[in-house]
């Protein structure tokens, strides 16, 4: 068997095992190198678009919290790869170092700047300091360093193009080349451009190939020109393209209309570089019956265009670009400088605008998207959980897997229901299940159903199972942790082949499925313990949100109590309140359940208090009848589970879970002996005896 030489960095995964590094999710960013490595020091990184839009939205645009992000992703990854949107970017700096087998190959040498083409999910980085941020370009100033391969591919710039633009044109530059390639004379062409930039790059490719005779529209979404005036998007456009339209994307039939309305026909060759929902429906109306379609990246709802294009009967050439191309380079330089004037011209423009391209969009989607979740109904008041709603909410967006991770009862399904509401899946199915109800020996016809026959006590019609019953939408795998090995191995295979096999089934099922996954003990932890599988947690852990417990965001107490009161009060016609010693009592309550539990205790309160008016005193009586119910339901567990008991057993382990709670809920062992009746010497001897770990 060969062994494959290590020319592209597989020495630096670090995990999963197994993995190259542009999938792994950490590497090795060491700054020493071996033989057939080289270290460039890093000056400009150009995060792809997606990527720095996520990043922004998810920091408000705030600068420093954006550098803070950055910095911890590359800390814990060993790379600048950001997960939730499964991009990278680009980078570009000065050789500082070669291995002597790097350099033997290499056509530059150290001292050298040059521009890694390839993306930076398949390199080791460390930066240092992050200076400034160019949010016109979605480009970062920096310090650090950043790991090259003997196969990384290369180039210089030459001095007379100017980085910014170079480095975003080079994310285009593989489908440049294509669009270029395929361009011909005589043709109409429609660019959904995403900026300026992207758009007049695309239009000068094509003139390139075709001369003068062609007709170039550019489409633009309204918000993605920012603080732009049509008239300014429209006089610089004007100078490559025919005609230009500023309209909403997301509402993509009146938009075709207007197209429409002012055009002598559809087009023979549609290029879409935008990721908006609404761009895939623009691009199958306006593209001719047996026309082109060009997608820059598979971010833009590529599948979703061929299914309407296939509702619409419609038959197009539909492509996707934007792979590596040996030589485009030298295409790209050469398209570059023919339009360096105008490049520079809206580099001016840019800098002139005082909010930078798309921000205004973005802090406004922002801005709506918290007034979203307030309406949802997800109450919270303490900063901890603002943080983390604008995380679900930003997450939301992105159709990624998510694992939930939380003690019992703090609102895994509420964080569930976010996503699902505020994602594209919104009008599709969301299935929840509680694998830890599911029996072994009916998990795989529960999970993938079962043909007519499939086995004996079978329905006579066969029986959807879980992921058929979830296709287009969510798929909640509570507690999944619970699921044995070979039904674990069974579930990664769908989750990569977007396929399985009914029981007793000979024909495969294909479905599109989002998998939100929650388990009460960290699946790292059961990664580690042997009980989970490693590559089905990687396949899973996009993205992780942990939900913290209801005692480290006490602020949110008093805002839930109040929410599940008036619930309550409405359910049952009646009107109670709580005073203020209800909500210090229940402020300085350790809530060991949860949100669940102060639920609990608000709806028992609202059925026992006779009064308007809910007390501490309340409160308190209710803490401790839940207390001694928790000892008496532990008890009656054990006699029904034994033929006989043991009195010293059972006197040891009520005594070991009420010293548990008092120190859970008092925190000192002070306060625990005195909530208990005994002296505090007492309770450390007991502590010490029992080996309570609090």
């Given at each position: ?10 020495s ?6 197994g993995?190259?590094?542009?999938t792994?999710w ?6 020493a190198?071996?033989k ?29 919290k954006i550098?803070?992000?950055?910095l ?11 997960p ?18 790097f ?8 001292g ?12 080791p980085?460390f ?11 979605g ?7 950043g790991?090259?391969f003997?196969?990384?591919p290369?180039?210089?710039?030459p001095?007379?193009?100017d980085l ?7 994310d ?23 900026d ?13 190939a075709?001369?003068?005779n062609c ?7 309204e918000?993605g020109?920012?603080?732009l ?10 100078r490559?393209v ?16 207007v ?9 023979d ?10 761009s ?9 019956q ?14 979703h265009?061929?299914l ?6 419609k ?24 339009i ?21 969009s ?11 979740g ?11 959980t ?6 679900v909410l ?16 703090v609102g ?17 199915p ?8 599911i ?7 529960e ?6 026959g499939?086995f ?5 019609s ?5 992921f058929?019953?979830?296709n ?10 619970t ?6 191995s ?17 024909s495969?099922?294909?479905?599109n499925?989002?998998?939100?996954c929650?388990?009460?003990?960290p ?10 599988r ?12 942990t ?13 839930l ?13 009646v009107d ?28 028992r309160?609202?059925i026992r ?27 009656k ?12 057993d059972i006197?040891?382990?009520?005594e070991?879970?009420l ?8 925190g000192?062992?002070?306060k ?11 309770l ?11």
């Amino acid at each position: 068997m060969t062994k494959i030489h290590d020319r592209f960095g597989l020495s630096r995964v670090i995990e999963p095992r197994g993995a190259v590094p542009v999938t792994a999710w950490q590497v090795d960013n060491n700054r020493a190198i071996s033989k057939t490595e080289c270290r460039l020091s890093l000056e400009r990184i150009h995060l792809e678009r997606d990527s720095f839009q996520q990043l922004c939205n998810e920091c408000g645009f705030d600068e420093a919290k954006i550098i803070a992000k950055i910095l911890d992703l590359v800390k814990r990854r060993g790379k600048l790869h950001n997960p939730f949107t499964d991009t990278a970017g680009q980078f570009y700096g000065t050789i500082e170092e070669m291995g002597s087998d790097f350099e033997t190959h290499a056509r530059y040498k150290v001292g050298d700047q040059v521009l890694c083409l390839t993306t930076m999910s398949a390199h080791p980085m460390f930066i240092e300091k992050i200076h400034s941020i160019d949010y016109n370009y979605g480009e970062l100033i920096v310090t650090g360093y950043g790991i090259l391969f003997m196969e990384s591919p290369l180039t210089a710039i030459p001095p007379d193009l100017d980085l910014n633009y170079t480095m975003a044109t080079f994310d285009e530059a593989a489908s440049l080349k294509s669009i270029y390639q395929a361009a011909g004379e005589g043709l109409r062409y429609l660019i959904i451009g995403k900026d300026l930039v992207s758009s007049v790059t695309y239009a000068a490719a094509i003139k390139k190939a075709a001369g003068g005779n062609c007709h170039i529209t550019v489409l633009m979404d309204e918000d993605g020109i920012g603080t732009l005036t049509h008239a300014q998007v429209k006089q610089e456009l004007s100078r490559w393209v025919n005609s230009t339209y500023i309209l909403n994307i997301a509402q993509p039939i009146l938009a075709s209309e207007v197209v429409l309305a002012s055009e002598t026909g559809l087009y023979d060759l549609t290029i879409n570089c935008e990721d908006l929902m609404g761009s895939e429906v623009l691009c199958v109306l306006l593209t001719r019956q047996g026309g082109k379609l060009y997608y820059t990246n598979l971010k833009n709802s590529y599948t979703h265009s061929l299914l309407f294009a296939e509702s619409m009967s419609k038959e197009l050439e539909t492509y996707v670009l934007g792979q590596f191309t040996i030589g485009y380079e030298s295409f790209t330089f050469e398209l570059l400088a023919s339009i360096a004037e105008d490049l520079a011209r809206i580099n001016a423009l840019y800098e002139s605008q005082a909010i930078a391209f798309r921000q205004a969009s973005k802090k406004a989607m922002a801005a709506s998207m918290d007034k979203v979740g307030r309406i949802d109904d997800f109450v919270f008041s303490s900063a901890t959980t603002k943080a983390l709603v604008d995380e679900v909410l930003n997450i939301a967006q992105y159709d990624c897997s998510v694992i939930l991770q939380g003690e019992t009862g703090v609102g895994k399904e509420k964080i569930l229901d976010l996503i699902h509401k505020n994602s594209i899946r919104k009008n599709k199915p969301c299935i929840k299940i509680n694998c830890a109800t599911i029996q072994e020996s009916l998990a795989e016809s529960e999970f993938f159903g079962y043909e007519a026959g499939a086995f004996t006590g079978a329905q006579s019609s066969g029986k959807k199972g879980y992921f058929e019953l979830a296709n287009g939408g969510l798929l909640f795998l509570d507690e999944v942790g619970t699921l044995s090995m070979n039904l674990q191995s069974k579930l990664l295979r769908v989750l990569q082949e977007s396929q399985f096999y009914r029981v007793g089934g000979t024909s495969p099922i294909t479905i599109n499925v989002r998998v939100i996954c929650a388990n009460n003990i960290p699946l790292r932890q059961l990664v580690e313990q042997g009980k989970f599988r490693e590559d089905l947690y990687y396949r899973l852990n996009i993205c992780t949100i942990t939900v913290p417990p209801l005692r480290e965001r006490r602020e949110d107490v008093a805002a839930l109590a109040a929410s599940f009161l008036d619930a309550h009060c409405k359910r049952y016609g009646v009107d109670k309140a709580l005073d203020a010693s209800a909500l210090v009592r229940l402020a300085s309550y350790d809530w060991p359940g949860n949100v669940r539990e102060l639920e609990n205790l608000i709806h028992r309160a609202v059925i026992r208090i006779r009064g308007y008016v809910i007390t501490g005193e309340d409160i308190q009586e209710i803490l401790n009848e839940n207390l001694y119910e928790d000892l008496v339901l532990d008890l009656k567990h054990s006699m029904r589970a034994s033929s006989s008991l043991n009195f010293e057993d059972i006197i040891e382990q009520q005594e070991i879970k009420l010293i548990e709670y008092a120190l859970k809920k008092l925190g000192t062992t002070r306060k625990a002996a005195e909530f208990l009746g005994m002296t505090q010497p007492k309770l450390m001897r007991k502590k010490q005896k029992y080996n309570i770990q609090i």
